[in-house]
């Protein structure tokens, strides 16, 4: 019976195995004739995949950084290839792990292994760095109130985000 130089593999009679890939020797003996072979283990097809973004909360021209993480059944990790897209309302790019942002919008981010059908994706990712837009109606634009009160009256509105507060002189006012 063969004897190994690793607890990570294993004999069961003539055949030798792991699930842990690497280089592992083998040594055999019979009747005082012995034989070293190396042989290697590598993983098994990928069977899943994990994308992690160094940053979910981006704003306009921020590069966020993804991580992906292929393994195969056994949990080790194997080395295929794969591709980084983006689908989203605005133009992005993407340089290999890099993705950046440079309209604002709504955004995922996938990770394809290549030559297979599995995949991953983290969003939706909202990119809004500018505020919401006041329009004011009255008084008119250069108009002067006298006085202590006076009306203002307008609109508020977020292209991406929902207006939350409005504030006049930093006291809260309602609005619609």
């Not at 690793?6 to 055949?15: E, K, R």
């Not at 990928?46 to 966020?64: F, I, K, N, P, Q």
């Not at 709504?106 to 760095?129: A, K, M």
Request: glycine letters at 10%; proline letters at 4%.
């Amino acid at each position: 019976s063969p004897e190994l130089d690793s607890a990570d593999a294993s004999v069961d009679g003539s055949t030798l195995t792991s699930t842990m890939p690497g280089a592992y020797t083998a040594t055999a003996s019979v009747d005082g004739v012995s034989d070293r072979e190396v042989f290697v283990v590598t993983p098994d097809a990928a069977d899943s995949v994990v994308l992690t973004l160094s940053d979910e909360d981006l704003e306009l021209y921020e590069t966020t950084h993804g991580t992906v993480t292929v393994i195969d059944a056994y949990g080790n990790p194997t080395a295929d290839d794969w591709t980084i897209s983006v689908d989203g309302t605005g133009v992005s790019a993407v340089s290999h792990s890099n993705v950046t942002f440079f309209e604002e919008g709504l955004y995922t981010v996938r990770v394809d292994v290549d030559d297979t059908g599995l995949w991953d994706e983290v969003g939706p990712l909202l990119i809004d760095s500018t505020g919401p837009l006041v329009e004011i109606d009255e008084p008119d634009r250069g108009g002067w109130v006298e006085g202590v009160t006076g009306t203002v009256s307008g609109t508020v509105s977020d292209d991406w985000s929902a207006v939350t507060s409005l504030t006049i002189n930093g006291d809260s006012v309602s609005y619609n």
